[in-house]
């Protein structure tokens, strides 16, 4: 069993920057792959970034490519989200997810397993 717990969210302005970090608790974190979902108020959750179990495979959305950085650090059983050049466009609940299954970043949110209770990101303009 794996617990998620994310942190890190707050509320900036825009072109601000921010770093979300997934703690986890359970020795398997450190295989599985995981990601980063967003849901708006009023929209459904989407994907923004997923990371392979070694940190060596990452993808993201369009929306986000070039502004947001998904890593990883094993050693301490932790996803983070680099996020830069926020947009008012960017606020949601981000959540962080792992996912059991092997071999390939996933971009649905029904593939992953394991879930975070999310954390508030607000970028004002």
């Known amino acids: 069993q794996v617990q998620l717990v994310e942190s890190g969210g707050g509320l900036v302005q825009a072109g601000d920057s921010l770093r979300l970090s997934c703690a986890a608790s359970?020795?398997?974190?450190?295989?599985?792959?995981s990601g980063w979902f967003r849901q708006a108020p009023g929209k459904e959750r989407e994907f923004v970034a997923a990371?392979?179990?070694?940190?060596?495979?990452?993808y993201y959305a369009d929306s986000v490519k070039g502004r947001f950085t998904i890593s990883r650090d094993n050693a301490k059983n932790t996803v983070y989200l680099q996020m830069n050049s926020l947009k008012p466009g960017d606020t949601a609940v981000y959540y962080c997810?792992?996912?059991?299954?092997?071999?390939?970043?996933?971009?649905?949110?029904?593939?992953?397993?394991?879930w975070g209770q999310g954390t508030q990101v607000t970028v004002s303009s």
């Open positions: 359970g020795r398997a974190f450190s295989s599985y792959a």
């Open positions: 997810a792992a996912t059991t299954v092997m071999g390939m970043l996933l971009l649905r949110a029904k593939e992953y397993d394991y």
């Open positions: 990371i392979n179990w070694s940190g060596g495979s990452t």
